[in-house]
T-cell receptor
Framework: GESVGLHLPTLSVQEGDNSIINCAYS??????FIWYKQESGKGPQFIID?????DKRQGQRVTVLLNKTVKHLSLQIAATQPGDSAVYFC??????????FGKGTSLLVTP | SAVISQKPSRDICQRGTSLTIQCQVD?????MFWYRQQPGQSLTLIAT?????????ESGFVIDKFPISRPNLTFSTLTVSNMSPEDSSIYLC????????????FGPGTRLTVL
């Protein structure tokens, strides 16, 4: 896994605005990517996934974009709500092996 | 998605002791994993718990320190042995999706504090 610092990057957005959380992944051979949301005191919760044969996938209020050329993944949250405040992690895997998690981003939604 | 429970949810332990964490899934799953999440950090894979064979450990993790059992397709344990304060972390089990895809579902975690 990756090593990360003690302080997570923080994204602060106003309620109702759109949020974009970015992630750089390390393995160019990775073929599966997931975004997780982790609220305080809880385990990570699956949000959305995407396979390497796609560059965009949409869910309810969320969109994941994959740019394999620069090994970049992003999560877009539309009309951000206070309940979206959490730490968000991207994760990658290769050929169904276990996930390698990236650095998290703390999302803070202000009223 | 699978429902995953972990016991205990949290514990405070003395250094030098060992703690066994249990992970129970409400359906049979092939792949189970154990992760560690140190305070304020991301998740790091400890090992893959294999049913019927020895666990597969990631670099930096060894069986003597983190013995794992997987007696059946719904249950696994992780033991943190000879604990030190550096072992203070959240320990999470996860299972792979039941639909044959690769998504993983996580348990609520066990918050361990070693004094």
């Amino acid at each position: 896994g990756e090593s990360v610092g003690l302080h997570l990057p923080t994204l602060s957005v106003q309620e109702g605005d759109n949020s974009i959380i970015n992630c750089a992944y390390s393995n160019s051979a990775s073929d599966y990517f997931i975004w997780y949301k982790q609220e305080s005191g809880k385990g990570p919760q699956f949000i959305i996934d995407i396979r390497s044969n796609m560059d965009k996938r949409q869910g309810q209020r969320v969109t994941v974009l994959l740019n394999k050329t620069v090994k970049h993944l992003s999560l877009q949250i539309a009309a951000t709500q206070p309940g979206d405040s959490a730490v968000y992690f991207c994760a990658e895997s290769y050929s169904g092996y276990a996930l390698n998690f990236g650095k998290g981003t703390s999302l803070l939604v202000t009223p | 998605s699978a429902v995953i429970s972990q016991k205990p949810s949290r514990d405070i332990c003395q250094r030098g002791t060992s703690l066994t964490i249990q992970c129970q899934v409400d359906s049979q799953v092939t792949m189970m994993f154990w992760y560690r999440q140190q305070p304020g950090q991301s998740l790091t894979l400890i090992a893959t718990a294999n049913q019927g064979s020895e666990a597969t450990y990631e670099s930096g993790f060894v069986i003597d320190k983190f013995p794992i059992s997987r007696p059946n397709l719904t249950f696994s344990t992780l033991t943190v042995s000879n604990m030190s304060p550096e072992d203070s972390s959240i320990y999470l089990c996860s299972v792979e999706g039941l639909a044959g895809d690769n998504e993983q579902f996580f348990g609520p975690g066990t918050r361990l504090t070693v004094l």
